[in-house]
């Protein structure tokens, strides 16, 4: 599901980038990925889990959160409630 959410973001940030400032398109664009971003969220969150950040996964496990984030391949960090991102541990 992430990985399908960053392509199509990837797609349109490109698409983006090539428009000039002016071209209407430019907005019509950025909601769409905008769009693809608060549906990844949504998504997340219907699982019960908490989406940190772009691509960023958190799994509460009742002393921490198992953290992800894309493209890792498997759930290998950790961190307390209070350390956020910048106190993740790897775990594996």
């Not at 973001?9 to 664009?29: C, G």
């Not at 998504?43 to 960023?56: S, T």
Request: glycine share 8%; proline share 3%; charged share 25%.
């Amino acid at each position: 599901m992430t990985a399908e959410a960053a392509r199509k973001v990837e797609t349109l940030a490109d698409s983006i980038d090539d428009l000039a400032d002016a071209d209407p398109k430019r907005v019509t664009l950025t909601a769409e990925l905008q769009a693809v971003v608060d549906d990844w969220t949504e998504r997340i969150q219907a699982l019960g889990l908490q989406a940190k950040g772009l691509w960023l996964v958190d799994f509460d496990n009742g002393e921490g959160y198992y953290c992800w984030q894309h493209p890792e391949p498997s759930l290998a960090h950790y961190h307390g409630y209070e350390e956020g991102f910048a106190g993740r541990m790897k775990i594996v």
